[in-house]
């Protein structure tokens, strides 16, 4: 099945809709007072879903291309990225704003005393370096290096749950299901791309390869062996 040029447009609009919705959304909680009894740590757990919730949707987009075989579905990747970077930057600036207060000597202690912190950061960190290559020229510009780097995104697979399963203090049934699914995400890649397939050693291949002889050689021995 494959995707019209106007198809895919249109599909960008609903991931723009399911995108910006949820952050009007909280927005409107804000105003009208509807943020729970803690609004700063409501407003940091939104934000820190969201994020969430779009690393897993940007890590489903490939298997699921390759299962409906619409190949066009890929080209919503980059989209969904950089909402996870969106809500990425909302939760950290939340949390440096109205957690913290904008003391940034404070932010650094917070880091160093609280690996969740800095688990989360290193994550914030990758999401970053992710979304400012992800212009079409930076991918021209870094090349080969351009894959390597948006490979992280699977140690971000592992940051973002180990995050958001140290934050909790008692119910730990929600980040653990998000631990379950990354798993899978991650195992479903190890599977289908062989990443721990046993690849030949160099040497043996090219002792394989000499000690074969080639189709002429072996006609012309056995012409010999003839005479």
Request: hydrophobic content about 50%; cysteine-free; charged content about 15%.
């Amino acid at each position: 099945m494959r995707l019209s040029p106007r198809s895919v447009l249109l599909l960008k609009v609903v991931f723009h809709f399911i995108g910006l919705v949820p952050i009007a959304y909280l927005l409107l909680l804000v105003l009208n007072d509807q943020a729970g009894g803690d609004p700063v740590q409501f407003i940091i757990h939104y934000t820190g879903m969201g994020t969430i919730n779009a690393v897993v949707a940007t890590l489903l987009i490939s298997p699921l291309a390759k299962q409906l075989k619409l190949a066009a579905l890929m080209q919503t990747r980059r989209l969904v990225g950089l909402y996870a970077f969106v809500y990425g930057l909302l939760h950290i600036a939340a949390f440096v704003s109205f957690d913290l207060l904008f003391a940034w000597s404070f932010l650094l202690e917070e880091i160093i005393k609280r690996p969740y912190i800095m688990v989360g950061t290193a994550g914030f960190v990758i999401l970053l370096l992710l979304a400012v290559t992800s212009p079409k020229f930076m991918m021209r510009k870094l090349g080969r290096r351009w894959q390597k780097l948006h490979n992280a995104i699977y140690l971000l697979a592992i940051l973002a749950p180990v995050h958001f399963y140290w934050s909790v203090k008692s119910e730990i049934i929600e980040p653990s299901i998000y631990i379950g699914v990354f798993i899978f995400l991650l195992g479903y890649r190890a599977v289908t791309r062989g990443w721990f397939a046993k690849k030949p050693h160099p040497k043996a291949v090219n002792s394989t390869t000499n000690a074969s002889p080639s189709p002429n050689h072996a006609s012309r021995s056995a012409g010999t062996s003839g005479r």
